[in-house]
């Protein structure tokens, strides 16, 4: 998987990579200008007037460098320099601009006073690059350069970013003071958080990687990742299997007015391709899910008033004691009360991979010691919590969590020994020894009820048939790209839950897809199809 740079990060790994690795910055500028120019090219292969406003750092060095070929291909091509002077200019921008002086082109050097020609020149641009500040710039934009920044976001047409939108941070989502709205970004070497995360990211446009020969031997203690689907691992039937090889999965839940959870579960962990799926249910509610349930198989357990009583964790224990389960999945619509903590307690116990999901998450918030509970686990756990379950389990509140996504995740992982799986705007993966990964798949069409049920019901296939890790990253993107297929197909506002569970075979094949094109190398590629 492709890791994800912080701006401190990114700049050992530049720093390194020019004095140890030997390779001259210049080289690396040269890298990043020459391909960022390609991709300018083949996204605006019809426009010919193109202003580059450039820093005076090495991101407007860049910008000379773009300026360079888009000039060699023909275009018409102006560079305004936000500072006073060449004294103002870093090494190797100063460089550049020698020699794009040198084959003739056009460069102005801006300050607040001439505003007013930088608008009408921005005014009669097709394309502004936006080449003013890198990964090291630290919000917020101050002075003239701010001004700049809100004429570019008023009157350019169109937007291209070098590294990162001028005036966000490199290290969050989170926006401080004026910004480039861009509508392409070319970033170099990693990502950075601002492309991944909300709302930075929206306004980064269509992000696309480069690859400018940073050393990857200077990042590789750095486990921040991003998914790659081309990556996942997808689960492999052999072809004289049965269907016990392909795994048994025991799904527990549901309550009165609940039902529906554990049947799009159920449902998804089978098309997902489990070879057996039963569902363990309140044996009143039975009837429903007799009807609802046409591959998949159901265990009545006694109840009362449709939700599990005194003697269901008994039951339960029984079955699966007398099961050839190979993973566990609970809590969708359980609802919660003492009851239904002793179910989540007895699933506990047992020596299987378990996923934990919805009401099984708030029943295991309200059990005593229930991280040395999972601790103590010998087989994997995963759990799949949204900002606020993730508040009940930590104790943290939601507005702390969504601003240290990472930061919580990684360190409830580490405290349980468990796999976390947080859901928000984008969904965050931490792992019992430290990694966190990234996924940008899925949009806002699957802000609606239920799909956290399909993706748990993914889930507990995926940790029967691959190893845990493996099985979390992959199920994650199955379920983000199934919601992208479906979103496509029947519309943002009218998607539902059990749209993902119809496209997850067209997940699969679009996985594969990706896998068979990225056989083939090249210097650049567009984010989002990873």
């Known amino acids: 998987m492709l890791r994800i740079l912080k701006a401190r990060e990114m700049a050992y790994a530049d720093e390194n990579t020019i004095k140890i690795t030997g390779i001259n910055s210049l080289v690396l500028m040269e890298n990043a200008g020459r391909t960022s120019a390609q991709i300018i090219l083949e996204n605006y292969p019809d426009e010919k007037n193109f202003v580059i406003i450039a820093g005076s750092g090495n991101n407007g060095g860049d910008g000379l460098v773009i300026a360079r070929y888009l000039l060699r291909a023909g275009k018409n091509v102006e560079v305004f320099i936000l500072a006073n002077s060449k004294e103002k200019l870093s090494k190797d921008n100063l460089k550049n601009l020698e020699i794009f002086q040198l084959i003739d082109g056009k460069v102005s050097f801006i300050t607040e006073e001439k505003l007013n020609r930088l608008k009408n020149k921005i005014k009669g641009a097709d394309v502004v690059i936006d080449a003013i500040f890198g990964t090291g710039f630290n919000p917020p934009v101050k002075g003239y350069r701010e001004k700049a920044i809100q004429i570019i976001n008023k009157y350019a047409k169109s937007v291209v970013s070098v590294d990162i939108p001028s005036g966000l941070s490199a290290d969050t989502g989170t926006i401080n003071g004026s910004f480039v709205k861009s509508d392409l970004t070319i970033t170099f070497a990693y990502p950075k958080l601002c492309h991944i995360l909300f709302p930075a990211s929206q306004y980064c446009g269509e992000v696309f990687l480069v690859d400018i020969s940073i050393d990857d031997k200077y990042v590789h203690e750095i486990h921040r990742y991003l998914i790659e689907a081309s990556k996942v691992k997808l689960p492999e039937r052999k072809k004289d299997s049965h269907k016990y090889e392909n795994g048994h999965i025991l799904v527990i839940g549901a309550s009165i007015g609940k039902t529906g959870a554990v049947i799009m579960a159920s449902k998804a962990s089978n098309v997902s391709g489990a070879g057996l799926v039963s569902a363990v249910v309140p044996k009143s509610l039975d009837v429903i899910f007799e009807q609802a349930l046409i591959e998949e198989m159901t265990i009545p357990v006694s109840d009362k008033d449709g939700f599990f009583y005194k003697h269901s964790y008994k039951e339960i224990e029984k079955i699966i004691n007398q099961g050839k389960f190979t993973s566990i999945v609970v809590g969708m619509g359980m609802g919660v009360n003492e009851h239904t903590k002793m179910v989540v307690k007895t699933i506990l116990k047992q020596k299987k991979p378990i996923v934990i999901d919805a009401d099984g998450l708030n029943n295991l918030s309200k059990i005593d010691n229930f991280k040395d509970l999972l601790k103590k686990r010998k087989s994997p756990t995963v759990l799949t919590p949204h900002i606020g379950e993730m508040s009940r389990l930590t104790g943290y509140t939601t507005k702390y969590i969504l601003d240290n996504m990472e930061e919580v995740a990684r360190e409830f992982s580490l405290e349980t020994n468990t796999f976390v799986?947080?859901?928000?705007?984008?969904?965050?993966?931490?792992?019992?020894?430290?990694?966190v990964y990234y996924s940008i798949y899925g949009n806002?069409?699957?802000?609606?009820?239920?799909?956290?049920?399909?993706?748990?019901?993914?889930?507990?296939?995926?940790?029967?048939?691959?190893?845990?890790e493996d099985a979390v990253l992959t199920g994650v993107v199955i379920h983000g790209i199934s919601g992208q297929i479906a979103s496509e197909k029947v519309g943002k506002e009218s998607l539902k839950a059990t749209d993902l569970i119809t496209f997850i075979p067209e997940a699969y094949k679009y996985i594969q897809s990706l896998k068979d094109r990225q056989k083939v190398y090249s210097f650049y590629r567009k984010l989002r199809d990873f």
Not at 421 to 435: F, N, Q, Y
Not at 446 to 462: E, K, P, Q, R, S
């Open 444 to 468: 806002e069409s699957m802000a609606t009820a239920g799909t956290g049920d399909v993706l748990a019901g993914i889930l507990g296939t995926m940790v029967s048939r691959l190893d845990t």
């Open 421 to 435: 799986v947080l859901k928000s705007a984008r969904t965050i993966i931490s792992t019992p020894d430290g990694k």
